[in-house]
């Protein structure tokens, strides 16, 4: 009898430890993207992966942080990936923010934006924040 709950132990161990690995049993991380490019590419190559991590991981933090040329992905004058963006922005688990330098470098106001993009005062910071709380870190390049 002894065996016996030895072996179920150990088959509920394993069965337990395999489940744990599996896509299913993947554990939520947060990683923040950062776009500095507005060549298409990169800007469908983030948007992609947004939309990868969010389907095998719903509950990832994502975060886009633009600055250079990247913030023009949520301008809608500059960006032919606008609906794409709107559909990203709508999952409450990804968030897209531009720097203000990037900003007034260009000349961009806060209403040439997409509606719920936030601003950051230093995209470089906001980056170098999140990688001291723990965040991921990708720098977006398609090829």
């Known amino acids: 009898m002894k065996w016996m709950l030895v072996i179920a132990a150990v088959v509920l161990t394993a069965a337990f430890?395999?489940?744990a690995q599996s896509p299913s049993g993947a554990q939520p991380y947060k990683v923040v993207f950062d776009l500095t490019t507005d060549d298409p590419?990169?800007?469908?190559?983030?948007?992609?992966?947004?939309?990868?991590v969010a389907a095998v991981n719903p509950q990832s933090e994502m975060e886009v942080v633009m600055y250079g040329r990247g913030l023009g992905l949520v301008m809608p004058e500059r960006s032919s990936k606008i609906?794409?963006?709107?559909?990203?922005?709508?999952?409450?688990?990804?968030?897209?923010k531009v720097?203000?330098?990037?900003?007034?470098?260009?000349?961009?106001?806060?209403?040439?934006?997409l509606p719920n993009v936030m601003t950051v005062a230093d995209g470089i910071g906001e980056i170098?924040?999140?990688?001291?709380?723990?965040w991921g870190y990708i720098k977006v390049v398609a090829r």
């Open 17 to 19: 430890a395999v489940h």
């Open 41 to 52: 590419a990169d800007q469908t190559a983030v948007l992609r992966w947004l939309r990868e």
């Open 83 to 96: 609906d794409e963006v709107k559909q990203a922005i709508g999952n409450p688990r990804v968030s897209f």
């Open 99 to 113: 720097c203000e330098i990037s900003m007034r470098n260009q000349n961009v106001a806060k209403n040439q934006l």
């Open 128 to 134: 170098v924040s999140k990688q001291k709380q723990g």
